[in-house]
């Protein structure tokens, strides 16, 4: 469907090079190259799963600058972050952009297509649909909700299954309300789940210890039947990896209320974790 459609368009593109000179040139000079890593890409259909992150590229392979638009479609299963990256484009550059892809909850698995195309050049990068993969965190990739997320942030970072505070930009959560408490962050289950173990990764790395910049007063928390109650208080914690157990309990959602930090400024969270044992 792709190719032919946008080979009209290239031929079209040559009468209308006479009456619109600034667009003609850019087309027929430029040739823009698409790229797009990896292929295929996964996703999974759960709200916090780290997975879809396809990035984009345009490399101008032609003797002038110019500026691309490349269009973004996709089957409709598929919902994308954006459908279009613009760019100034230098000579022999690679320009790169970041495209998620989601699809909702219960998703069959498949294979689909995103279409890239800018002007006549078009890329095909099939998407697999994973089926939801068995999980001994139960909380690996559900829903996070937190009372505020910093705009540097994901709030799905402390979801995420990465735990490694080195990677705390990319893989962590904290507040947005910086030396004001208490910050919430936590799980919401789809439904009521035996657990009987929850494990806390907050802040701490050779650059910024658990002693400095981890969270310091806070209450552990699950829910059920929608009342929340405590399971552990920690007050002035100095240390990095925390687990608390405690009799199995069916629970609808795990929350982590932090009364204060050790930096006194944000609450930050690298994972959280809960198992049945
Ligand atoms: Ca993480």
Redo the contacts with the bound molecule.
Sequence with gaps: MLRPSLRRTAVLAAPLALLVPAVAVASSNNHVEISATPQPVEVVPLPCFPSGKLTLGMTNTGRKATIADMRISADPALTLSRHQFSSYLPTNQLVKAPLEITVPRGTAPATHDVDLSVGRDYLKVPVVIQPVPARDNVLLGEQAVASSTNGDMKLC????????SA?WGA???HDATKGVFPDTYGVDLLQPTTIGRIVL?TLDSAKYPASVMGIRDFDVQVRSNGVWSTVQEFRGNVTGLLTVTFAPRAVDGVQVVVHDSNDHGYSRI??LEAYGN
């Design positions: 970072g402390g979801v995420d299954g990465n735990t490694d990677q893989s962590g959560w990764q690298i994972e």
